[in-house]
């Protein structure tokens, strides 16, 4: 069963910041959100994860609120390129298989 | 490039072939995965192999039938396949420590099957 719930799909102008949100309100304390994502007609990608606090890497920031009942993925400047499917997961960290859902599919427009 | 690579990209195979996907990965790591991604479907795991052990088929027909050599490389040979088994194959792997897996996965651009 889907653990997480998110919009199926988004728009973001280029340039702008693309924030992707989910819902993860039955997560258990040691199950992390991981998110991918997947370009057409490429395999997915590991994005980010985290645990309570917000993490920030080259591609991507992670916002995990308070109780951890729901996240934001954060594209700070979106590109034509960023156009793809976002999954977000919660799983045991090295424990959990990744069960992906249908995911958002967000779209760039120039 | 994510190090992971898999050939062919694309396959047209009818039901009675036989025939095999490759998956390489070029990471070091010691865990390794086929996936399948039906048309309209979430990524469905299939295999998992670790240390070239298999550790997990999720009630997979056994028309497939995985292989792992050594911890680089794992095949999915295929045999009197369906229709139905039409789909994107796709291969990951990931740097498991000890026995805990399912960490950050880097994956392959899949294999585009279509059986006939």
């Known amino acids: 069963d889907a653990k997480t719930t998110q919009p199926p799909s988004m728009d973001c102008a280029e340039g702008r910041a693309a924030n992707l949100p989910c819902n993860h309100s039955?997560?258990?304390?040691?199950?992390?959100v991981y998110w991918y994502r997947q370009i057409h007609s490429q395999g997915p990608q590991y994005i980010i994860h985290?645990?309570?606090n917000n993490e920030t890497n080259e591609m991507a920031s992670l916002i995990i609120t308070e109780d951890r009942k729901s996240s934001t993925l954060i594209l700070p400047h979106a590109t034509l390129r960023d156009t793809a499917v976002y999954y977000c997961i919660v799983s045991r960290n090295n424990t959990d298989k990744l069960i992906f859902g249908t995911g958002t599919r967000l779209q760039v427009f120039p | 490039e994510t190090g992971v690579t898999q050939t062919p990209r694309h396959l047209v195979m009818g039901m009675t072939n036989k025939k095999s996907l490759k998956c390489e990965q070029h990471l070091g790591h010691n865990a390794m995965y086929w996936y399948k991604q039906s048309a309209k479907k979430p990524l469905e795991l299939m295999f998992v192999?670790?240390?070239?052990?298999?550790?997990e088929n999720n009630s997979v027909p056994s028309r497939f039938s995985p292989e792992c050599p050594n911890s680089s490389h794992l095949f999915l040979h295929l045999h009197t396949l369906q229709p139905e088994d039409s789909a994107l194959y796709l291969c990951?792997?990931?740097?498991?420590?000890?026995?805990?897996?399912?960490?950050?996965?880097?994956f392959g651009p899949g294999t585009r099957l279509t059986v006939l």
């Open positions: 985290g645990l309570k």
């Open positions: 039955t997560i258990s304390g040691n199950e992390y």
């Open positions: 990951a792997s990931s740097q498991g420590r000890a026995n805990k897996l399912y960490n950050e996965q880097f």
């Open positions: 192999y670790s240390l070239e052990e298999r550790v």
